[in-house]
């Protein structure tokens, strides 16, 4: 079955700086890939998400990146802001078939002012 | 107010004892799943269903069990098998019938504390 691998565990930066988090997939089918930014004591949510059939999407600040060859996928969060900080988590899944989504363990993103 | 429900949120329960966990959603989703979340191992899916009368386990299915009866409804329950039940569970849904966008949206969580 699929398995995400996500990097770093905890990112610490300073606001205004840039942060980056990585995470690999182990399914070649594989072809949705969606982010969720979860704040304390908060469910889930959706922040961004992309599709295999494009390498790159952002929006506003966010942006996040695929690899299919090398089965990796990021997020590039720019101008952090205090507001940022929250637990981020990775996903894969194969839209259209099963639908599971498989979610990477989380980076814990602390934006220091 | 459209969206998923997750009731108690926070529940007792002694060990020995089988509990259930409510999820509801009015979203008119397809699929529901249930999540567990650890510190440090993030959202491990226990089961899930794409459509009413089915549902498959996941990773980490061993001590619980579901039904889904209803395509609103999706309750799990936390057997005295799982031998370590204490933990943040979340369910969530998806429409995946509908074009293509499968985000999730997730409940609010029930904390489960065994004593």
């Known amino acids: 079955g699929e398995n995400v691998e996500q990097h770093p565990s905890t990112l610490s930066v300073q606001e205004g700086d840039s942060a980056v988090i990585k995470c690999t997939y182990s399914?070649?089918?594989?072809?949705?890939f969606p982010w969720y930014k979860q704040e304390l004591g908060k469910r889930p949510q959706l922040i961004i998400d992309?599709?295999?059939?494009?390498g790159e999407k952002k929006d506003q600040r966010i942006a996040v990146t695929l690899n299919k060859t090398a089965k990796h996928f990021s997020l590039h969060i720019t101008e952090t802001q205090p507001e940022d900080s929250a637990v981020y988590f990775c996903?894969?899944?194969?839209?259209?078939?099963?639908?599971?989504?498989?979610f990477g363990t989380g980076t814990l993103l602390a934006v220091q002012p | 107010d459209g969206g998923i429900t997750q009731s108690p949120k926070y529940l007792f329960r002694k060990e020995g004892q089988n509990v259930t966990l409510s999820c509801e959603q009015n979203?008119?989703?397809?699929?529901m799943y249930w999540y567990r979340q650890d510190p440090g191992q993030g959202l491990r899916l226990i089961y899930y269903?794409?459509?009413?009368?089915?549902?498959q386990k996941g990773d980490i299915a061993e001590g619980y069990s579901v039904s889904r009866e209803k395509k609103e409804s999706f309750p799990l329950t936390v057997t005295s098998a799982q031998k370590n039940p204490t933990a943040f569970y979340l369910c969530?849904?998806?429409?995946?019938?509908?074009?293509?966008?499968?985000?999730?949206?997730f409940g609010q969580g029930t904390r489960l504390t065994v004593v």
């Open positions: 969530a849904s998806t429409h995946p019938s509908v074009g293509t966008n499968t985000e999730a949206f």
């Open positions: 399914d070649s089918a594989s072809n949705y």
């Open positions: 992309i599709r295999s059939n494009v």
């Open positions: 996903a894969a899944s194969i839209e259209g078939a099963t639908n599971k989504l498989i």
């Open positions: 979203l008119n989703h397809d699929a």
């Open positions: 269903s794409q459509i009413v009368n089915d549902f």
